[in-house]
């Protein structure tokens, strides 16, 4: 565990250049770090004393124990999520996968209220965040894949009803599972 007083490490007698922490799977800079903190009775809060050696984790791809990647930048730049035009080029979450799992979700969703259902554990919002945090996976495990179908109708729409399918019962998926469930769809759907 190395020591340290703050977050950022910058050398003495350079302009520290801000940079911007990233996952190196998806390339999201929504990540976090676990480490320990100790009470500061000067400043009446809590301050880092160490991080975590493979403490870093990604809040999009789900990964744990991950090398976080530097990269430069703009002084203005917004955190965790900047503008589009200061996130990485590549890789990034395809939209339309986002948008055809919700479309997926909306199906099983109407199917579940016409059935007179409930939302267990909370709202229609707080499923569909949920659900699409499984999209960069999705574009992961089907990047270079030769599909006979369309990948949005054979593999995200789906996966988004099945999923939500099974969220609506209150089962929500491991990344593990729903890593599993898009797996079996993108097999399904390749050549
Ligand atoms: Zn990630």
């Not at 870093?56 to 503008?83: K, M, Q």
């Not at 939209?95 to 099983?108: F, H, K, M, Q, V």
């Not at 499923?127 to 995200?156: Q, S």
């Amino acid at each position: 565990m190395s020591t340290t007083t703050n977050l950022t490490e910058t050398s003495a007698n350079q302009a520290p250049a801000p940079v911007r922490k990233m996952c190196p799977h998806c390339g999201s800079d929504d990540v976090i770090h676990t480490g320990t903190m100790v009470w500061d009775i000067a400043s009446q809060d809590w301050m880092v004393s160490g991080l975590y050696d493979k403490g870093a984790a990604c809040n999009a791809c789900d990964r744990e124990n991950i090398e976080l990647v530097d990269e430069t930048a703009g002084v203005d730049a917004a955190s965790p999520a900047g503008a589009p035009q200061d996130r990485p080029v590549s890789p990034t979450t395809d939209p339309l996968t986002i948008a055809y799992i919700a479309l997926g979700a909306a199906t099983a969703l109407t199917a579940h209220r016409a059935k007179g259902g409930e939302l267990i554990g909370g709202g229609e919002l707080e499923l569909i965040a949920e659900l699409i945090r499984h999209a960069p996976m999705l574009d992961r495990l089907a990047e270079g894949k030769d599909f006979d179908g369309v990948y949005y109708y054979e593999v995200a729409e789906p996966f988004g009803k099945q999923v939500a399918e099974r969220m609506v019962d209150g089962d929500y998926l491991s990344p593990q599972e729903a890593e599993a469930v898009a797996s079996e769809l993108i097999a399904g759907a390749t050549v």
